[in-house]
């Protein structure tokens, strides 16, 4: 097939397109459930929950305690019953600036004051519904397919993306929410990359993995562009879900990745999609079906039958390190991802603006990936960009919030993190083997989906001092990132396909090795036994 032709590009295209909807869906509550700008309701001054008034008014102030900062408290208000003694009540009802956000589920719902928590929640749910989605469907994947799985996603997602926005009661559009983090964020998103890492060549997988992430952050612009535009959130979030008709043709057009089809025993399968393929690619060679077919049968005389999984990530010593340390990786960088954006404190602006640029500045480190991953190698990048992001972490700790230099070094944390993120993907996919690669980049989605939803927990430890989250982000990055140098570096080398391969994959090759000028591994992980299974390219050119 070559490296990436026009079959490759085309099926790429198909692919890469469940990132555009994951972003979406990630990060659609920020506007649908958008947390607008509020205070308690006062009697006489107010004839309505919407306010597009002045807050600023003598009357209010009269009623409404200030902030040390000079802003109103949001969820308290002056005792009517105890005029002139400044005792201060909670709301028992609120008013909604209305100047950016007309409707959301937090104002028909009430998530504020101490009700947030059941707005927050709903968020974690979602990524609990990813987390599931992870572990269940990417093993499933495994086994049944990657593009059946990949496709029964898509039509669910379409169906449970437009269906949220018209469910009116709070318990039910929470368990909507959860499956929709199964389908929408974990069955498509990484079956679609897993496909992607399968079927082009070791010097395309890095341009295409980092296009995934970008056209994840254009799912987030996405969602700050399409909610700038509809006020109304039950149709806003119907557009959100709408995009789902991008995957409607998917079952005739994208076709299952060769490599599982092989690794399954349906070589004849395999052989026409390739055949397929180098047709379209004009390449003009000839495939010898009955040959394939043949071999694929002595292979599977000749090793032991049986079906791989998850467990089998945890059977062996090399490839069980492996796993943990790519488990703990995935971890981290998801949970400074989201404490250097918690750091970052209040933004003042036009939030559709912020969340649009908070999408654009990842940009500008998935750009300088493209093109030093394939020179510098996936450890030592992934390495220094957590060491990095880590340290943002801490320092952001220790400077005070909303200053410019707060700022910077927030926005810098988060390009560091951004490149981090982006690299694991195609890290993970490279280290693992082929009958269990779907499995793994399941659990290292899980692991981050995970500390995602811990996240917005793990901020409430600012109650005790409000440097303690920050800092405990940064010491799981840094703690991540040094243990990062102790995997194999995958530049250059072929993608394992059995438990075994992966097994022998990089033994002995670390950072410290490689600094010390050891001799590294064999560039290949297969012997030169012919029964053993190879891709089939390296067949073809025997």
Same mark, same amino acid.
């Given at each position: ?32 459930? /958008? ?46 019953? %105890? ?39 709903? !968020? ?16 499933? %994947?495994?086994? $049944? ?13 379409? #169906? ?27 069955? /498509?998103? #990484? ?11 070791? &010097? ?5 993995? #980092? ?8 799912? $987030? ?12 959130? !039950? ?86 390190? *492996? ?50 991953? =394939? ?101 799981? /990055? ?11 570096? &995958?530049?250059? !080398?072929?993608?394992?396909?059995? #438990? ?6 990089? *033994? ?22 012919? =029964? ?11």
């Amino acid at each position: 097939l070559g490296e990436f032709g026009k079959y490759q590009f085309l099926q790429f295209f198909l692919q890469v397109l469940s990132g555009l909807t994951a972003g979406m869906h990630m990060l659609s509550l920020v506007t649908v459930a /958008a947390v607008p700008e509020h205070r308690c309701f006062i009697e006489g001054v107010d004839n309505s929950s919407l306010s597009q008034g002045p807050w600023n008014s003598s009357a209010l102030l009269s009623a409404i305690p200030q902030k040390p900062n000079g802003e109103l408290e949001s969820c308290l208000m002056f005792d009517p019953a %105890a005029v002139g003694e400044n005792v201060t009540i909670a709301c028992t009802s609120y008013v909604y600036d209305t100047t950016y956000y007309k409707t959301s589920r937090t104002i028909d719902w009430n998530f504020v004051c101490d009700r947030r928590w059941m707005g927050a929640i709903v !968020q974690t749910v979602f990524m609990l519904g990813v987390f599931t989605g992870a572990v269940t469907l990417g093993g499933l %994947a495994d086994k $049944i397919g990657r593009k059946t799985v990949f496709c029964w996603s898509a039509l669910f997602q379409l #169906i449970l993306g437009v269906g949220v926005a018209f469910i009116p009661e709070y318990f039910s559009f929470m368990v909507a929410r959860y499956l929709l983090g199964i389908v929408g964020s974990a069955g /498509a998103y #990484i079956c679609g990359f897993v496909l992607t890492m399968e079927l082009v060549g070791p &010097t395309k997988r890095t341009v295409c993995g #980092i296009t995934f992430q970008a056209v994840f952050a254009g799912g $987030i612009m996405l969602v700050a562009g399409w909610g700038a535009i509809i006020p109304d959130r !039950q149709w806003l979030q119907v557009v959100y879900g709408l995009h789902g008709v991008l995957f409607l043709g998917h079952w005739w057009w994208l076709d299952e990745s060769p490599r599982w089809l092989w690794m399954q025993g349906r070589a004849a399968e395999a052989v026409d999609i390739v055949a397929k393929g180098l047709r379209i690619n004009g390449s003009g060679i000839p495939v010898d079906k009955e040959y394939y077919v043949q071999k694929a049968k002595q292979q599977a005389a000749s090793e032991e039958k049986a079906s791989a999984g998850l467990s089998d990530l945890f059977r062996t010593p090399n490839l069980r390190m *492996k796993t943990l340390n790519v488990c703990l990786c995935w971890f981290a960088n998801s949970l400074v991802y989201y404490g250097l954006s918690l750091s970052a404190g209040k933004l003042y602006g036009n939030p559709y603006l912020i969340l649009f640029i908070m999408g654009l500045v990842e940009f500008p480190s998935y750009i300088t990936i493209v093109f030093v991953l =394939d020179r510098l190698g996936r450890r030592s990048i992934t390495s220094t960009l957590m060491l990095g992001g880590g340290l943002c972490c801490i320092v952001a700790a220790y400077i005070a919030q909303g200053s410019t230099t707060s700022t910077a070094v927030v926005m810098a944390g988060k390009l560091l993190i951004a490149g981090s993120f982006a690299v694991i993907y195609n890290y993970s996919a490279e280290l693992f083997p082929t009958v269990v690669r779907n499995s793994a980049m399941g659990l290292g989605s899980m692991c981050a989906r995970l500390s995602g939803a811990l996240t917005p927990l793990i901020t409430l430890l600012d109650s005790f001092d409000p440097k303690i989250p920050a800092v405990l982000f940064g010491v799981v /990055a840094l703690v991540s990132g040094f243990w990062v140098m102790f995997l194999p570096e &995958t530049m250059n !080398q072929p993608m394992p396909e059995s #438990i075994q391969d992966g097994e022998n994959f990089g *033994k002995g090759d670390t950072w410290f090795s490689q600094c010390a000028g050891r001799k590294q591994r064999q560039n290949s992980v297969y012997p030169d036994d012919p =029964d053993q299974m190879v891709p089939l390219k390296t067949i073809e050119s025997k």
